[in-house]
């Protein structure tokens, strides 16, 4: 019950970033080809400035009717977003991205980027944290066999 | 434990819905304003025909360079989507969407679209059973008082 950010929920792992500069497109396609719905914006000594996510792409792209081939991510991204802590409790970091209303949090160490979380990841996990609670407290009450 | 999408997840009501004729930017703005991922698509006879997401704004519409002015939702919805019965149970819905990758489901009775349920309705509503369903065991172990 007491995961950790890292390495229960998430390794550490590359993440998929791109610059306040980079076009939008190529902003876009770089998710489509990473599969990920969020990327981290880097200045160029790889600070991390900002968070670009599909929920970006959809408001304050398509839904402002921005010209996609001339805007910048540093027009659409969240700027100085939110971070876990890969020592950080999975529940806890559940709870806050739920009343945060927060879909993906980027995991830094020491400044450093080393992973992405999702919300949906959260979930997953807790979901299975919970149900291995319930075996065990079955387990215990009625014996190791039951269920078998 | 035996939740079931309606009414237990999601309540009958409006869904917010498209034509496959309708302009991306307008389906934006209608996702913004309502705060929502997903849209239904309807045919004249409001029959759905189809589902447009967030996703889709992100790899089908700024991925490929769409113009957002000229292109219509029949360009980029899913067509004939798979759908939810009120009746199905709320962890074999999550189980179903989760190795399917579908992050939103329309629910349908007698072929009408009642409401529309995410992945994260369901995250949330299984979570809470679960945690629901620790404390009734504890309660029968250790007693009413166990933890008060």
């Given at each position: 019950?007491?995961?950790?950010?890292?390495?229960?929920?998430?390794?550490?792992?590359e993440v998929i970033s791109v610059?306040?500069?980079?076009?939008i497109i190529d902003s876009a396609v770089k998710m489509v080809d990473a599969h990920v719905a969020a990327l981290v914006v880097f200045d160029d000594k790889e600070n991390l400035v900002g968070i670009v996510t599909e929920r970006d792409m959809t408001h304050r792209v398509v839904a402002k009717g921005l010209d996609t081939r001339t805007a910048t991510v540093s027009e659409i991204?969240?700027?100085?977003?939110?971070?876990?802590?890969p020592d950080d409790f999975a529940m806890e970091?559940?709870?806050m991205m739920q009343s945060r209303h927060f879909r993906h949090l980027?995991?830094?160490d020491g400044g450093k980027v080393i992973s992405m979380v999702s919300i949906r990841d959260l979930f997953?996990?807790?979901k299975t944290s919970?149900?291995?609670d319930i075996q065990e407290t079955e387990a215990f009450v009625f014996g190791d066999r039951y269920g078998v």
């Open positions: 019950m007491n995961r950790k950010i890292v390495p229960d929920i998430v390794k550490p792992r610059s306040p500069d980079d076009n991204m969240t700027e100085n977003p939110d971070t876990l802590s970091a559940l709870d980027p995991v830094t997953a996990a807790v919970l149900e291995e």
